[in-house]
C-alpha cells in the first residue's frame, strides 16, 4: 500500500468514516470510497461505485467482477454504536446484545443508583444528562438511539437532541398513550411532524415481548430492520 493511501485510511479510522480500499487485482491500484467522495489511483463508472458502496452499506467485504476486472473490496467501516438513555432492566438486557452483534454502547444515565459496573459489565456508562451526553457523543448515521427511563426530563432532551442528528434508528419506550403525550411535549419544543415521525414508539417490533430480555430482542431486531432494510431488501 502506497503512503499516501495509508494516510488516507488512517485519517479515515480516526475521523471514524466508513469508507473501503478497493484494489485492481490486475494492476494492484488502490482507491478508497467514502460516502461522498473518492481519492486514489484510479476513479470509478456510477454501476461499480454503486456496488462498492452497496457493500460498505452491508458491512461486508468482498470481491466484485465489472465488465472482465477484478476489485477486492475491503470495508473499513467504524463499529455501529447504540446509545441507550436510562440504565433500566430493559438495558441490562438490551446493551449486551447488542454488543455481540457488533455495537459499541453506551449506556447513558445521571443516576448513579442505576448506571453501575456491576449492573453493566463490560459496558460504557455516561453519567451526564441525557442532552449533554448526546451533544458529546454526536450521533451519526451508524448510531441507533434508544430511550427507556420513562422520565420526560430525562427522555425529551435525548430524543430532541437525536431526531437532531442523522442517526439511524431513535426509539422509544412507552405505550401509544404515552407517545401521543410525547409527541405533544416535543412539538411545544420545536419539533415538527416530519421529525416526531422518525421516532420508533412504542420501540421495537410486534413479536407480544412482555420481559426484559423480550423486549430487548424486539428493539434488536427493529434496530436490525432499520439498518438492513428487512426483508425487501434481502430478497434484492
Do not use: C
Not at 416535543?186 to 415481548?209: H, M, Q, T, W
Amino acid at each position: 500500500m502506497k503512503r499516501r493511501m495509508l494516510e488516507a485510511v488512517r485519517r479515515a479510522q480516526a475521523d471514524k468514516r466508513p469508507a473501503a480500499l478497493v484494489t485492481d487485482l490486475t494492476t494492484g491500484l488502490q482507491s478508497l470510497v467514502h460516502e461522498d467522495a473518492v481519492e486514489g489511483d484510479f476513479g470509478f463508472e456510477d454501476e461499480l461505485l454503486e456496488q462498492v458502496r452497496a457493500l460498505m452499506r452491508a458491512d461486508r467485504s468482498g470481491t466484485i467482477d465489472f465488465y472482465d476486472v477484478g476489485y477486492f473490496v475491503q470495508v473499513l467501516n467504524p463499529p455501529l454504536r447504540l446509545i441507550v438513555i436510562g440504565a433500566v432492566h430493559i438495558a441490562q438486557a438490551l446493551a449486551p446484545m447488542a454488543a455481540l452483534a457488533g455495537y459499541d454502547v453506551t449506556v447513558v444515565d445521571p443516576r448513579r443508583a442505576f448506571a453501575t459496573d456491576a449492573r453493566f459489565p463490560s459496558i460504557a456508562l455516561n453519567g451526564e444528562w441525557p442532552d449533554d451526553a448526546l451533544a458529546a457523543l454526536t450521533p451519526d448515521r451508524r448510531t441507533a438511539v434508544v430511550t427507556l427511563t420513562h422520565d420526560p426530563k430525562l427522555d425529551d432532551p435525548a430524543l430532541i437532541q437525536a431526531l437532531a442528528s442523522p442517526a439511524f434508528y431513535v426509539g422509544a419506550l412507552g405505550s401509544r398513550k404515552t407517545h401521543a403525550k410525547r409527541k405533544d411535549r416535543l412539538a411545544e419544543s420545536g419539533v415538527n411532524d416530519a421529525a416526531f415521525a422518525r421516532i420508533k414508539g412504542p420501540v421495537g417490533l410486534d413479536i407480544g415481548a412482555v420481559t426484559p430480555a423480550e423486549i430487548a430482542v424486539s428493539i434488536l431486531a427493529e434496530m436490525t430492520m432499520a439498518l438492513r432494510g428487512g426483508p425487501k431488501a434481502k430478497r434484492d
